[in-house]
């Protein structure tokens, strides 16, 4: 012991019978260490009245970056291939290992972040709340990115602020009949933007009105904004302009407004979310909301290294990029 008289971590390795280093993954709750042996040292540390506050949370060593396999994956989805680029910067900086993994809504989520030996996770995206319980219940520390989920720190960009300063950037240029296309709204961003738009038009004395509100379905499919589209030009007033929760939606929509022959932005305004690449080679180039998706992983991979004990809510500032799909360009 010390001369306080205080038990350390080689006290209660010693009378465990185990290293230094097993007593702290097994204090830390760290992977790697069998169940009897982790009991073995919390036995040894209680029985010497070791002070658990003495602890310091445990620095990650393997980070695995963890993604919901939908339709579409990383690799052809720009916007998560931009924020797995910025968990690879932050990795590499910090000297981490990496590894990826995709998860179907049934797979076994514990399981597959055991494979992984990882003691670090960053979720990005879309999880169901019970695949999400099942990484809290690891005790491995955890970041969601692009989500929110109570009891977990959580990187998003601000997509309520993005969404008002689209809906606001149509209203101040004349437009009244501003539609929203979404998709779904358990995904938080979405409900975010949703509300965003929602608020703008309350804010400068337009009524939402839920005819002007569609979804995309089917959500990854042509034929699903097609079907939006087509819906809202059927309307007694159709609308004179189309906020999309996503670039890849409005891309899309710029693109059903063509096979119906609307001329973009004269007969309606199409704007975006999300400032992806293609966004300024569309034509017209595509008025959308940028986001940092690279600074989003970084943030994620940051809050591992940093974490507190009390979830964190980090919210990145997004800015309005005006192009030609909003505004005639001359």
């Not at 007593?23 to 540390?45: E, F, H, K, M, Y």
């Not at 049934?106 to 055991?114: C, G, H, S, T």
């Not at 003691?119 to 219940?137: A, K």
Request: proline fraction near 7%.
């Amino acid at each position: 012991m010390d001369m306080t008289g205080s038990p350390t971590v080689r006290d209660v390795a010693r009378h465990a019978g185990v290293s230094v280093a097993t007593v702290s993954r097994s204090l830390n709750n760290q992977p790697g260490i069998s169940a009897d042996t982790r009991q073995r040292v919390l036995d040894a540390a209680s029985s010497l009245g070791y002070n658990l506050g003495n602890l310091r949370p445990a620095r990650p060593r393997r980070v695995v970056f963890l993604h919901r396999r939908e339709s579409q994956t990383v690799s052809d989805n720009p916007f998560y291939s931009h924020v797995l680029h910025g968990v690879e910067d932050a990795c590499r900086a910090e000297k981490l290992g990496l590894s990826f993994c995709s998860v179907a809504h049934d797979d076994p989520v514990p399981e597959l972040i055991a494979r992984q030996e990882a003691d670090g996770v960053v979720c990005v995206g879309y999880f169901e709340p019970h695949q999400l319980r099942s990484v809290l219940e690891l005790n491995v520390p955890a970041v969601l990115v692009d989500h929110w989920f109570p009891g977990m720190t959580c990187v998003n960009s601000d997509n309520f602020a993005g969404a008002y300063l689209l809906t606001r950037h149509l209203i101040e240029l004349g437009r009244r009949r501003i539609a929203f296309i979404n998709g779904p709204l358990t995904h938080y961003s979405i409900a975010q933007r949703q509300q965003g738009y929602r608020h703008a038009l309350l804010a400068y004395g337009l009524t939402p009105d839920s005819a002007l509100e569609v979804p995309r379905d089917p959500l990854d499919d042509e034929a699903g904004t097609d079907s939006a589209v087509q819906r809202l030009m059927r309307l007694p007033q159709p609308p004179d302009a189309i906020v999309a929760y996503n670039d890849a939606t409005a891309l899309s929509v710029l693109r059903s407004c063509q096979r119906l022959g609307l001329s973009v932005p004269s007969d309606v305004a199409v704007v975006g979310f999300d400032d992806l690449a293609s966004a300024a080679q569309s034509i017209p180039p595509l008025t959308t909301i940028r986001v940092d998706k690279q600074a989003l992983g970084r943030q994620g991979v940051e809050y591992l290294l940093n974490r507190t004990p009390e979830p964190q809510q980090l919210v990145l500032p997004v800015a309005l990029v005006v192009r030609g799909s909003s505004v005639s360009q001359p």
